[in-house]
Nanobody, 117 residues
Framework: QVQLVESGGGLVQPGGSLRLSCAAS??????????LSWYRQAPGEPRDLVAS???????NYADSGKGRFTISRDNAKVTAYLQMNNLKSEDTAMYYC?????????WGHGTQVTVSS
């Protein structure tokens, strides 16, 4: 059974940093072939893409996170990361990890990020 478990969220002051992790288990076809993405969803808002990284390491960022967020992956540890710097109040949301390979599509349960003074 595939599981994606996010961690690293919490309460941080504006301007602070957090590093989110997404640990995978039970994933088929090999973790390295999956496109990994981070999404976020604030209350009453749609779930939006934050960043993604392909199997060959190509990254893509939403405009909101460019220059502040960095997505990475460690295939040996079957883990994806999202380094978030210079956090702003508008970054407050539940952050979800996604792993996708053709029709295989998995989600974690999310980790809450709250940016507030």
């Amino acid at each position: 059974q595939v599981q994606l478990v996010e961690s690293g969220g919490g309460l941080v002051q504006p301007g602070g940093s957090l590093r989110l992790s997404c640990a995978a288990s039970g994933i088929s076809a090999g973790f390295s072939v999956y496109k990994l993405s981070w999404y976020r969803q604030a209350p009453g808002e749609p779930r939006d893409l934050v960043a993604s990284i392909t199997s060959n390491g190509t990254t893509n960022y939403a405009d909101s996170g460019k220059g502040r967020f960095t997505i990475s992956r460690d295939n040996a540890k079957v883990t994806a990361y999202l380094q978030m710097n210079n956090l702003k109040s508008e970054d407050t949301a539940m952050y979800y990890c996604n792993a996708q390979y053709y029709r295989l599509d998995y989600w974690g349960h999310g980790t809450q990020v709250t940016v507030s003074s």
